[in-house]
């Protein structure tokens, strides 16, 4: 009886971590300094981010970094004096610079992405800054440049900053840096953001210092762009070499897709492995898919919207407009839903209705005001009929080639008609079927979900609902991808299901986070007893504490005992002056 209990309660408590809510500091953060500098120097923005991370460490943190030889547009951005590589841990006046502000952060945070986007070593500006402002070189100028799009010219320049970076005397041993990451959004489509790994992946095996090599190469991709990452997150070698790991479906992708052409192009060149290195490692690390996609504007009849938003959200009309307001779904419903989006299985709310007809054995749908000539290629949908769905079992869908460019399509499936009524439907947003191609064993961990907190009219995110309706959303996600043979299974492997690994979720960004779940005020200094928040500690900070006396107003909770009192006077007083 007692080892029964006792087992009993092992298992009680085994579930109970497995099932235990997900909090903020579960989530892998992205800061892609929105507002900085703006109001606030680098310096002090940096302050305030290491003083964030230090009570909300992340597991993983992907920082946004700029080129500190651009040209400095209004005077205040100081690029140089911040992000200058080869500095000390302050400036000459004393503050903050990039490398100390790593060298602070590393306590906290062990793992720090450094991304850059299109804009951050910029094509764009004249001269050519070559580094020549801190006295370096670029790195990598003579390799590969025809592989580099026009948008990431000078990536060369970027590793320059980098190699010195890493190579930063202050950062030895105390250098939270572990990747490199590229937000390659504007370089031209999944051609060119296969050249730009490639070009990478080559650096870093015949001309990185040590440092860089030991550097992971990470990428955000659009969710629709599975098939590509789950070329690149696979281990090599593929089948052209013994000891391949690829499933036979991935392998069969990799050859017929021409996205992935330069790699399998190089693949063929290395008899399996790639003809710069024989190491197992795959093309890219660490791989973030954006489950989410804004509406736009102003839609074109016959062209896809690329919206991805209706598994999460709903609105009053299941549209989306610059004015319109939205709830998050309840977290079960959200967690089922998004099951559903990647087995192809219809979950989205649709706009207008739709009606079914039949003639020569061939179904017409008509939708009044509905989102058909909109809808991607091999769209899946069915009516919500009063007694159940239409059709009666599976689903209507229409080819690639035979997309609606107006409120009418024909589509194949059961023969069946909606008797002359318009009904709402359901359909698939994004057509996709993330299990197929299967992927590697070993992928899941490369894979990160990558969800946004963003919240306006034509951005239809998780900003509208508040932290614990996504936390409940993600427990039941991760709980309802965990069996590996059962109808919620969403990532297949060479051997059969994979489940969804607990720690591969990311948020974007942290301004989203405190501007619409109210974690923080982004980019905000907060010094001890500076409730204002005027960046000085005096008379109107005692004002500000007295009038929330007895209370527990967070901004006058200067001790953190949760009571407005004589203590938090005392913090004013002691604080006194200019923060």
């Known amino acids: ?282 093309l890219l690390q660490r791989a973030y898919l954006q489950v989410y996609s804004a509406c736009i504007a102003q839609r074109t009849p016959g062209s896809e919207t690329s919206e991805f938003w209706r598994f999460a959200a709903t609105s009053s009309d299941c549209d989306c407009n610059e004015t319109a307001t939205y709830t998050v779904q309840s977290g079960a419903s959200v967690a089922s839903n998004l099951v559903d989006v990647m087995q192809r299985t219809p979950a989205a709310c649709g706009k207008g209705t739709i009606e079914a007809s039949v003639s020569n054995q061939a179904v017409t749908l008509s939708g009044t005001n509905s989102i058909m000539p909109f809808m991607e290629g091999y769209t899946r949908l069915f009516l919500d009929g009063s007694s159940g769905p239409i059709p009666s079992s599976g689903v209507w869908k229409y080819m690639a080639s035979d997309p609606p460019v107006a409120d009418t399509a024909h589509v194949t499936g059961q023969i069946e008609s909606s008797a002359g009524h318009s009904l709402p439907y359901t359909y698939t947003e994004i057509s996709i079927d993330f299990r197929a191609p299967e992927m590697t064993d070993n992928s899941p961990d490369r894979i990160i979900l990558m969800f946004s907190a ?61 501007d619409n779940w109210g974690i923080g005020q982004y980019g905000t200094v907060i010094c001890p007893g500076d409730g204002t928040l005027d960046g000085i500690v005096n008379l109107a900070d005692i004002l500000h504490a007295i009038s929330f006396w007895g209370t527990s107003e967070q901004t006058a909770d200067h001790n953190g005992d949760g009571i407005i009192g004589v203590q938090d006077l005392l913090v004013i007083v002691h604080s006194w002056g200019d923060c």
């Not at 841990?89 to 990039?98: K, R, S």
């Not at 955000?220 to 499933?247: I, Q, R």
């Not at 609902?465 to 936390?471: A, I, M, N, Q």
């Open 1 to 282: 009886m007692l080892r029964f209990r006792t087992a009993m309660l092992f298992l009680l408590g085994l579930t109970s971590s497995v099932c235990a809510q997900y909090t903020l500091t579960d989530f892998i953060l992205w800061d892609y300094r929105d507002t900085s500098p703006g109001t606030i120097t680098l310096p002090k923005y940096h302050e305030w981010l290491g003083s964030y991370c230090q009570g909300n460490p992340p597991p993983r943190l992907i920082l946004y970094i700029t080129d500190p030889c651009n040209p400095d547009p209004d005077s205040t951005q100081g690029w140089l004096k911040f992000y200058d590589p080869t500095a000390g841990v302050t400036d000459a006046d004393g503050n903050l610079t990039f490398v100390g502000f790593l060298k602070q952060l590393q306590p906290h945070v062990s793992d720090v992405e450094l991304l850059i986007d299109l804009t951050s070593f910029s094509a764009s500006v004249t001269p050519n800054p070559s580094n020549s402002c801190w006295g370096g070189s670029p790195s990598g100028s003579s390799l590969e440049p025809a592989w580099l799009p026009s948008a990431f010219s000078r990536l060369p320049n970027t590793m320059g900053w980098l190699e010195a970076l890493m190579q930063n005397v202050h950062l030895q041993n105390a250098n939270p840096v572990q990747a490199f990451a590229l937000d390659p959004e504007g370089s031209g489509g999944a051609p060119e953001y296969i050249n730009i790994m490639l070009w990478l992946d080559k650096y870093k095996a015949t001309t990185a210092s040590p440092q860089v090599q030991a550097l992971d190469i990470s990428m955000t991709l659009a969710f629709e762009a599975h098939n590509l990452v789950k070329n690149c997150v696979a281990e090599l070698p593929t089948p052209l070499a013994s000891g391949s790991n690829w499933p036979a479906s991935l392998w069969a992708n990799m050859q017929a897709n021409s996205g992935v052409a330069n790699y399998y192009a190089q693949i063929q060149q290395g008899n399996g492995f790639l003809p710069w290195r024989t190491t197992t490692d795959s």
């Open 454 to 514: 963003e919240k306006n009219g034509l951005l239809p995110f998780f900003g509208w609902g508040t932290p614990s309706d996504f936390y409940s959303f993600i427990t039941n996600f991760y709980a309802s991808t965990q069996a590996t043979t059962d109808a919620t299974t969403v990532y297949m492997g060479g051997s059969g299901g994979l489940p969804v690994p607990h720690n591969r979720f990311g948020l974007y960004d942290l301004k989203q986070l405190c």
